[in-house]
């Protein structure tokens, strides 16, 4: 099983924006997007079908000192991010995912998450 180590995610808030009555993900988001493809990419990972299970490590950003940041994103904000960012990279569809764990884990330089993304057998079909 691949652990993708990704980089601090951006905020749900900078995900998406407005134009007029029209709502469209950020260049930020894209370009995160971008960067979450790479990594998998080259950690050699392709799309899963079926039901799949996410487990989700969010690294906090440390400080100067190597204390860790009292400024940091929700886990609950980092997992749609995340999730939507896996798309078309882990899975096909984020719908796909039955099964999510996420934790706050010790504090890195830089932050960052690591993800691991698992087929599971649905036993409801």
Sequence with gaps: ????????PISS?????HSGAITHVSSEAKAYKRVVALVAKYAGLEPLFGV?????????????????SKQRLDLDNV????????????YHNDSQVNYL?????????GGGLSVQ??????SFN
């Design 52 to 68: 799949v299970a996410v487990d989700i490590t969010f690294h906090p950003k440390t400080t100067k000192s190597g204390a860790t």
């Design 13 to 17: 808030n900078r995900y998406w924006r």
């Design 79 to 90: 997992l749609k991010v995340t999730l939507d960012a896996l798309q078309g990279v882990a």
């Design 117 to 122: 993304v698992r087929s599971v057998m649905d």
């Design 1 to 8: 099983m691949t652990v993708l180590r990704l980089p601090y």
């Design 101 to 109: 764990t996420a934790e706050v884990g010790p504090a890195i330089d």
